[in-house]
């Protein structure tokens, strides 16, 4: 449907147009009738109209210089100039702003403007049908030109390199390797791997939302920069630069690097790892560089979410792992087991952390993790552990797509934490996102925990995240963080010598008579009569 604004200082003219033409069975909006030009350019800066209906002759502003200016605003716009001059000198200044008809009033008759509106919406459908054809064919020819150019990075990578002066002539139409220049290589890591694609909803939306804001991005930054989509979790950016005494490429880079992190935080909520590679001054080091970035993962693996580090060959750690491993088990089982869920995050992490610390191999920790998690779901059977949506097979899917301790550790404290919960655990649901504040909340007990802090962790809004968790669960947020809270009060009741006022403090209430209150509610007996 074409927007159509009226502007005529004669009302009964005004009043005819817009009662008798039926404007939206014609395919048409009318946005406004205006009785001079300057109120009708208000509206025309906020919603430009496809079609203009002017007078000429208007106070505060003409017909004429109201075309004008719509013109400038958007050039495509159709223009009808209806006057009751028939000067000649109008005519020709309304031919120049190309003013597709100019009617007399005199003898104007409602039809023949139907006829006229017609023939310009049957022009503005086919310009539509051109520009669309003409926006697929260039956004076509841009993926292809990605797609090649992604292809010929590869095979670079992974290809033998038979001549190195063929492919730095190749490498030129990228900006690579012009005269007397060097190139850096950086590698970035999209971090939360697992939960940023499930809010993508699929890899090749997630391509192209990350694709389109570097792409954006690399165009303000100080240092030219060419980006190579390597895969969904891994990007190439390839820094041109002219050797200089005065410049260090690495801190122009590394401050380059800090605004495309904080771009891609606050633009798609997705949090970037970077590892810059070494100088290189040749193609056949630049395929090297590339090499060890995309192949070697033991740095990477020990890397901190959002860190820029320069690459270093990581040692790790040739003791196995396994040898402890009879130890985490029987102690996260007992800590399981008790149902105590400060005791389950206190055991995992301590056992995260001395794997920090030796630098055991990535596979092998991953290995050693989802080990650990299969054997206590065989042998922990009685507990809603892993559940129906976290078959052995969901699970190795999952740890293969994690990219660091930092997020290996969270994921196994999110199963081990629902463990922990047992049949007051999280009500298992199809939407990952409810799943997920369902773990946060069991993960933070200890204190306040609201529905919009949830949601921004989520990156969803406050509103729709409240119908989405009610309809999921059957009860709102709120009711679930209270129906949480007073289970563990229930518990420590019953396993520790705490007061009451201990507890209330422990999960985060700061108002002991209200917490009493709310104990009451949930089981109709106060906390000191539950413990009897």
């Known amino acids: 449907m074409y927007s159509v604004m009226l502007a005529d200082d004669d009302y009964p003219v005004i009043e005819l147009l817009s009662e008798t033409i039926d404007w939206e069975t014609l395919g048409f909006r009318l946005v406004g009738a205006f009785e001079n030009g300057e109120s009708a350019w208000e509206q025309a800066q906020l919603e430009a109209p496809d079609i203009l209906i002017t007078d000429i002759g208007m106070p505060r502003m003409d017909g004429l210089e109201l075309t004008a200016r719509i013109k400038e605003r958007k050039p495509g716009a159709r223009i009808v100039i209806l006057s009751c001059h028939n000067e000649f000198k109008f005519a020709q200044q309304a031919m120049r702003l190309n003013v597709q008809e100019y009617l007399l009033k005199e003898s104007l008759d409602p039809e023949d403007l139907v006829r006229l509106l017609l023939r310009l919406k049957e022009g503005l459908d086919e310009e539509r049908q051109l520009n669309g054809e003409r926006l697929r064919l260039r956004a076509l020819a841009s993926e292809s030109m990605e797609l090649r150019k992604e292809q010929t990075i590869k095979n670079f990578i992974h290809q033998p390199l038979l001549s190195p002066e063929i492919w730095k002539r190749e490498a030129r139409a990228y900006g690579l390797f012009l005269e007397g220049e060097c190139c850096l290589p950086v590698i970035a890591y999209v971090e939360d791997y697992l939960y940023v694609k499930h809010r993508f909803a699929s890899e090749q939306t997630l391509r192209f939302a990350v694709a389109n804001v570097l792409k954006e991005v690399l165009g303000h930054l100080e240092a030219r920069a060419l980006h190579v989509g390597y895969c969904e979790r891994r990007q190439l950016l390839l820094f041109p630069y002219k050797p200089s005494l005065k410049t260090n490429i690495y801190e122009t880079v590394e401050n380059s690097l800090r605004?495309?992190?904080?771009?891609?935080?606050?633009?798609?909520?997705?949090?970037?790892?970077?590892?810059?590679?070494?100088?290189?001054?040749?193609?056949?080091?630049?395929?090297?560089?590339?090499?060890?970035?995309?192949?070697?993962?033991?740095?990477?693996?020990?890397?901190?979410?959002?860190?820029?580090?320069?690459?270093?060959?990581?040692?790790?750690?040739?003791?196995?792992?396994?040898?402890?491993?009879?130890?985490?088990?029987?102690?996260?089982?007992e800590a399981i087991v008790g149902k105590r869920p400060e005791d389950v995050r206190a055991a995992a992490e301590v056992w995260m952390e001395r794997i920090r610390q030796e630098r055991y191999p990535p596979a092998a920790v991953k290995e050693w993790v989802l080990k650990l998690l299969l054997d206590l779901r065989l042998k922990l059977f009685s507990l809603p552990f892993v559940r129906s949506g976290y078959s052995p097979e969901t699970l190795h899917k999952e740890i293969a797509d994690i990219g660091s301790l930092a997020e290996l550790r969270e994921w196994l404290i999110g199963h081990l934490m629902t463990a922990a919960e047992g049949t007051g655990a999280a009500p298992y649901s199809k939407r990952y996102e409810v799943n997920e504040a369902c773990k946060y909340v069991s993960l933070n007990l200890n204190r306040k925990i609201g529905l919009e802090e949830v949601a921004e962790k989520l990156h969803l809004n406050a509103s729709y995240f409240s119908r989405l968790f009610k309809k999921e669960t059957g009860v709102t947020f709120i009711e679930y963080v209270t129906r949480m809270k007073m289970e563990r009060a229930k518990e420590l009741l019953d396993q520790t010598q705490h007061t009451v006022g201990e507890i209330c403090e422990l999960l985060g209430y700061d108002n002991q008579s209200y917490f009493i209150k709310t104990f009451k509610a949930h089981t109709g007996l106060t906390p000191m009569e539950y413990r009897g």
């Open 259 to 333: 605004t495309i992190r904080e771009t891609m935080r606050k633009v798609l909520k997705i949090r970037l790892t970077f590892r810059i590679g070494s100088e290189c001054d040749a193609p056949e080091k630049l395929k090297r560089q590339l090499v060890e970035l995309v192949s070697d993962e033991g740095q990477r693996f020990y890397l901190e979410p959002g860190d820029i580090a320069r690459s270093r060959h990581a040692v790790l750690s040739q003791q196995d792992l396994f040898a402890c491993y009879d130890a985490a088990s029987s102690e996260l089982r």
